[in-house]
Structure formats: structure tokens, C-alpha cells
């Protein structure tokens, strides 16, 4: 089994930033890749970022320049800085993890971005 759980949302200001964090345990000793996605009320899940074992990175475009993620040394955790943050960036943020073509899901995490 593979438990994936997030952590560092909250309530934040327009132009703030934020840090996710991911930690992956359980059965992970071939984690491919790693990835942050989000869901919006009412709106379907997107990918936000991804990254490989081999530290390739996929960004989506609404996110370019604002977010960077990034594997911990022990390659079971991934974080996602989160600058320049807007309204629109509010979502419940979920982390992914690729083990043998299965993907698996944390719970999320709630960022809220409001004056």
C-alpha cells in the first residue's frame, strides 16, 4: 500500500506565497514521478506540476514562473513553492505519485487565496 499526505495550505493573501509538501510511504521503492494537481469548485482536476525520478519538470501554463516543484533528497517527498499567488490558484491541491504505472492519490490540501 501507498499512503501519500500533503501539507501547508491555508488561508492566503493575493501575491503571497506558500509551500506544499508531499511525503510518500508505504510501498514506494519504484516511485517514477511525482506530481501536484488541483481542483477548483466546480471545475475538473488539472495537473499543476510534475516531476521524474530524474528530476524533469512539467508545469502547467497558468503556473509558469509562479510555481516550482521539486524532490527531497529521500525522493519520497515533493514540495511545490507557490509564489505571486491569485485568486484563481484556490483549489484543494493533491499529490500524486506514479509506482509502476499506478497512480496514487494524497487526500489534498485546501489553499485559499482571498483579500
Known amino acids: 500500500q501507498v499512503q501519500l499526505v500533503e501539507s501547508g495550505g491555508g488561508l492566503m493573501q493575493p501575491g503571497g506565497s506558500l509551500r506544499l509538501s508531499c511525503a510518500a510511504s508505504?510501498?514506494?521503492?519504484?516511485?517514477?514521478?511525482m506530481g501536484w494537481y488541483r481542483q477548483a469548485p466546480g471545475k475538473q482536476r488539472e495537473l499543476v506540476a510534475s516531476i521524474t525520478s530524474g528530476g524533469m519538470t512539467n508545469y502547467a501554463d497558468s503556473v509558469k514562473g509562479r510555481f516550482t516543484i521539486s524532490r527531497g533528497n529521500a525522493k519520497n517527498t515533493v514540495y511545490l513553492q507557490v509564489n505571486s499567488l491569485k485568486p484563481e490558484d484556490t483549489a484543494v491541491y493533491y499529490c500524486s505519485a506514479d509506482i509502476l504505472t499506478i497512480i496514487y492519490w494524497g487526500k489534498g490540501t485546501l489553499v485559499t487565496v482571498s483579500s
Open positions: 508505504g510501498s514506494i521503492f519504484n516511485i517514477n514521478a
